[in-house]
């Protein structure tokens, strides 16, 4: 599987540290916490995820992609999604 | 050392890393040096210093002709807007140039090092043999230049004449 970096460009998938689900916003305050911290979806179809480029730019980037097919939509550095 | 293929370690030069602050943009680092930085995994040179692409609002510094005081001039200059760090003694840069260079690093490199995906001003950081490079072709030769952690010199210098083994010229 390749992983396209918003720097580097395409990327073989070992270049990268996988995180999971992009979507889970810390809460303010502890309500909320045990959620945030361990529960996830682990959803069938297209879900945003975080990936590290560890070996490349050394950016964490989100990715879109299907896990049922693995095809890969699009992806954007993390830090853009959380300004 | 096989015609088509030569291979050598650049012995004098001043490398630094260069981080662009929160609020700073990359603008103000090529007005700071009088290098247009670049957004991309490229490099530009200009006034004898060289500014390689490794990620956005990062590059690599490099001088091969630096002065005892190079990095901490290069830090006064970027102040505010980058943070600067002396990376001289701590990594090797390899010189692979000749007909034969491109296909020797393909071998190690995920990554495709043919024209137009990659040629003279592209960059990139990746890994060959388990080891993390900073690649960027100089020339049409086509000359490229490896950077990568001092450490790891012996055994890519390794990787580089295991590789080089049987290449046709
Ligand atoms: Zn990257």
Excluded at chain 1, 31 to 52: I, K, P
Excluded at chain 2, 114 to 126: D, I, K, L, M
Aim: hydrophobic share 45%.
């Amino acid at each position: 599987m390749r992983i396209p970096c918003p720097y580097c460009g395409e990327r073989d998938v070992q270049e990268f540290v996988y995180r999971g689900d992009a979507s889970p916003v810390r809460p303010l305050g502890e309500d909320g916490f045990y959620e945030y911290v361990y529960l996830r979806r682990n959803s069938a179809g297209v879900m945003r995820e975080h990936w590290y480029h560890a070996q490349g730019c050394r950016n964490w980037i989100e990715v879109q992609r299907n896990t049922q097919t693995h095809e890969i939509l699009g992806s954007v550095f993390a830090r853009r999604v959380a300004l | 050392m096989a015609k088509g293929l030569e291979i050598s370690e650049c012995q004098r030069f001043g490398l630094a890393t260069v981080m662009l602050r929160k609020n700073a943009n990359h603008a103000a680092v090529g007005a700071a040096l009088q290098v247009a930085a670049p957004a991309d995994p490229t490099w530009v040179a200009s006034n004898e210093l060289t500014m390689i692409g490794t990620g956005p609002g990062m590059w690599l510094a490099l001088t091969e002709t630096p002065s005892q005081h190079w990095s901490a001039t290069l830090a006064e200059r970027l102040a505010g807007v980058a943070s600067v760090s002396d990376q001289s003694g701590g990594y090797v840069i390899f010189r692979i140039a000749g007909s034969s260079a491109r296909t020797l690093l393909q071998r190690g490199a995920f990554i495709d090092l043919t024209p137009p995906a990659f040629g003279a001003g592209s960059v990139a950081t990746t890994v060959i043999a388990h080891i993390g490079v900073i690649i960027w072709q100089i020339d049409d030769v086509p000359t490229f230049h490896v950077a990568l952690f001092r450490s790891f010199a012996g055994s890519f210098r390794e990787w580089l004449d295991t590789a080089s083994v049987n290449l046709t010229f």
